[in-house]
């Protein structure tokens, strides 16, 4: 099992940047995927998360309105459109796969993760 995300980079404050984690090896639409981030010196935290079939959505409750996950089944990959960034997202972007429904917003419960991918928004 694979996960790969991918899309960071450096940016100015109020830019826009779209995430990707594409998943291999795991039966993509039956697994929830969580996008969590770390910042420098930080705990992870959640960010969003996404049912399987795309039905139902969670976020942070201070990212809501900013931010957006989706996913496309056929193509194995779930997005996170980051809008309006601020030097506060400076952080390392992680997503993680898992089963079932609940929780989703505790990285712990996640079973597959990706690597992380770096978005830095300069003031």
């Known amino acids: 099992v694979q996960l790969q995300a991918s899309g960071g980079g450096l940016v100015q404050t109020g830019a826009s940047v779209r995430l990707s984690c594409a998943g291999s090896?795991?039966?993509?639409?039956?697994?929830?995927v969580g996008w969590f981030r770390q910042a420098p010196g930080k705990e992870r935290e959640f960010v969003a998360a996404?049912?399987?079939?795309?039905?139902?959505?969670y976020y942070a409750d201070s990212l809501k309105g900013r931010f957006t996950i989706s996913r496309d089944n056929a193509k194995n990959t779930v997005y996170l459109l980051m809008n309006s960034l601020k030097p506060e997202d400076t952080a390392v972007y992680y997503c993680?796969?898992?089963?079932?429904?609940?929780?989703?917003?505790?990285?712990?419960?996640?079973?597959?993760w990706g690597q992380g991918t770096l978005v830095t928004v300069s003031s």
């Open positions: 993680g796969a898992r089963n079932g429904i609940s929780n989703l917003q505790y990285s712990r419960y996640y079973r597959y």
């Open positions: 996404i049912t399987g079939n795309g039905g139902t959505t």
């Open positions: 090896g795991l039966p993509f639409s039956r697994n929830a």
